[in-house]
């Protein structure tokens, strides 16, 4: 599990942060400071990128939160197994299965067997991001 750690006030919409042990790009982000003697707090709203769950995160903004560290590689579909495409890195050899589910239907239309893919390893799992 590759992650390191980052105070929640230094994230903005658009990073990446792990809330339930689950991978999840912000979308929406606030700040407000309460009382006199209270700290700010910030309220996160963030998608899974493997659930695509809705996540919700209120907490100071002080906190130290897990950001996930992402590997971006290149790669190759190889075949066609139905619920999974079995994809081939580029650089070492190594080849692999994504689940057809995880990825976004409109990049899903666009992959077939040969296609060449951008992929995330996020905490040990691999997805699918973007053809090549």
């Known amino acids: 599990m590759s992650k390191v750690y980052d105070t929640l006030g230094n994230l903005k919409v658009g990073s990446f942060i792990v809330i339930d ?10 700040r407000a400071k309460t009382g006199k003697h209270g700290s700010a707090k910030a309220n996160v709203v963030a998608i899974g ?37 079995q994809v081939m890195d580029m650089e070492t050899y190594e080849t692999f299965e994504v689940e057809k589910d995880s990825i976004e239907e409109d990049i899903r239309n666009k992959l077939g067997v040969g296609s060449e893919v951008e992929y ?13």
């Open 21 to 30: 042990g689950e991978p999840c790009r912000i979308v929406e982000m606030s």
């Open 49 to 85: 990128l493997f659930s695509k769950a809705k996540k919700t995160l209120v907490a100071p903004v002080d906190t130290q939160v897990e950001v996930p560290v992402i590997e971006k590689h290149v790669g190759q579909i190889i075949a066609d197994m139905g619920t999974m495409y």
């Open 120 to 132: 995330w390893v996020v905490m040990g799992k691999r997805l699918i991001i973007r053809p090549r």
